[in-house]
């Protein structure tokens, strides 16, 4: 098992590398960051101009193309980060705040979302074809259908806008971290913030794991060596927990580690809902402006939070089924 995640960890380096480098060759020609630059300083002297690009490696070429990443490479490593295009900020501080944010309100829905679409999709696989399997695929779907913005503006709608119609005063905040003006931290403020954008995600992440959960479930508790199992005077509750669902998880083990990967790197639509400061709408800004000292950290981020959550994916499978040797 060591020896898999080391050799793993090691092919991890190149794939980061290349990844990477395509992603800055994409990002150079499709943003163009002197224009972006030029956009936002229009009266920038020639020497500011060429002190731009020199400080962010903007040579052309592919040799430029080359220079210009392992510079920025080796800054970034460093922490010697070129500053925003807009502004002139530090970008180190910002995009440390959004992904702490982003991984407070990821973590939080992920887990919750998980733990109750798997117990769900258990619930309903126990008795397929019953009044509850019936109505929990039937939630599901409709929850699958409706897409996270919809959920989003009905749920602000609610407790926000109509609530305080009713109540005279909202129930829950419908952007940011805190309110405005806010010091310091505070944990039941935080929470309060946090709340109706973690359900609009859990929403999506209980529809899908609820199915996964069921499918998986009753492929493996129709086979034959359940049935074999059974024979033998195992009772039902051990070769549920024993064997059942031990075997089910393992492809459900792929999907979750996809899924967290792409929602550490940014809940998108429902942060820019929200107005909530995470990394989807730290990058959706950059992007916006064309600032490519910020759009490429929120990328290389992405990149290492993919490749490590299916590593910890494929030392999973060997975890929950010893069968499958890894190391081979």
Do not use: C
């Amino acid at each position: 098992m060591l020896r898999f995640v080391l050799r793993r960890l090691l092919w991890a380096v190149p794939m980061v590398l290349i990844v990477t480098f395509l992603v800055y060759v994409a990002l150079r020609v499709g943003t163009n960051p002197l224009a972006s630059y030029l956009r936002v300083n229009q009266r920038a002297s020639a020497k500011k101009i060429q002190q731009y690009i020199e400080t962010n490696g903007l040579y052309e070429g592919f040799g430029g193309y080359l220079r210009g990443y392992f510079q920025w490479l080796q800054g970034f490593v460093t922490f010697d980060w070129p500053r925003s295009i807009k502004g002139s900020r530090e970008v180190w501080p910002e995009f440390r705040d959004a992904m702490m944010n982003t991984l407070r309100l990821g973590l939080t829905a992920t887990g919750i979302g998980i733990l109750i679409g798997l117990s769900l999709g258990v619930f309903v696989a126990l008795k397929p074809g019953g009044l509850r399997d019936t109505t929990v695929n039937t939630g599901a779907f409709v929850a699958i259908s409706t897409p996270p913005y919809v959920s989003a503006l009905i749920l602000q709608l609610v407790f926000a806008v109509y609530w305080n119609r009713w109540f005279g005063s909202s129930l829950l905040p419908t952007s940011g971290v805190y309110p405005p003006g806010n010091r310091g931290f505070d944990l039941f403020l935080m929470i309060k913030h946090m709340v109706l954008p973690v359900t609009v995600v859990v929403i999506q992440i209980v529809a899908v794991y609820t199915r996964y959960m069921r499918a998986s479930l009753l492929e493996v508790l129709n086979s034959e060596y359940m049935r074999t199992a059974r024979s033998k005077g195992i009772s039902e509750r051990r070769v549920l927990v024993r064997h059942a669902l031990r075997n089910a998880l393992i492809p459900i083990v792929t999907v979750a580690a996809i899924d967290i990967g792409a929602i550490l790197g940014g809940l998108i639509i429902t942060e820019r809902i929200f107005s909530y400061p995470g990394l989807g709408d730290f990058f959706l800004g950059a992007y916006d402006n064309g600032d490519f000292p910020q759009m490429m950290p929120w990328m290389f981020f992405f990149t290492l939070v993919v490749i490590f959550f299916n590593l910890v994916a494929d030392v999973s499978y060997a975890v929950l089924d010893p069968r499958i040797r890894l190391g081979r």
